[in-house]
C-alpha cells in the first residue's frame, strides 16, 4: 500500500484548502460569470477527490484496526547537514 494514513491526511487538508479558496473566487463579486463556472466547475472535481481520500482513509484506518494491514515505519536517514557526510 503506496498510502499511509499521514499522507491521506495531508492530502485531504491540501484538498480542503483549495475547496475553501475556490469557494471564495465562486462568490467574488468582481468576478465574471466565466470565472465563476470555471471555478464551480473544479470545484465539483475537488469535492470528488476530496471524497475519494475520504474513502481510501477509512478503509485504511479500518483494515489497520481490524489487523489486515500493518503499517510499516520507515526511518529517515538525512544525510545534508551533517560534517560526517562531507568530504573535503
Request: with cysteine.
Amino acid at each position: 500500500m503506496a498510502e499511509t494514513i499521514g499522507s491521506l491526511a495531508d492530502k485531504l487538508s491540501i484538498i480542503q484548502l483549495k475547496i475553501y479558496h475556490m469557494k471564495e473566487q465562486v462568490s467574488r463579486a468582481d468576478a465574471s460569470v466565466e470565472h465563476k463556472a470555471a471555478c464551480a466547475s473544479r470545484l465539483e472535481v475537488m469535492a470528488a477527490q476530496k471524497k475519494d481520500l475520504e474513502d481510501e482513509l477509512t478503509q485504511l484506518v479500518s483494515e489497520v484496526a481490524s489487523g489486515k494491514v500493518k503499517l510499516k515505519i520507515y526511518r529517515q536517514f538525512k544525510m545534508y547537514n551533517d560534517p560526517k557526510y562531507r568530504g573535503k
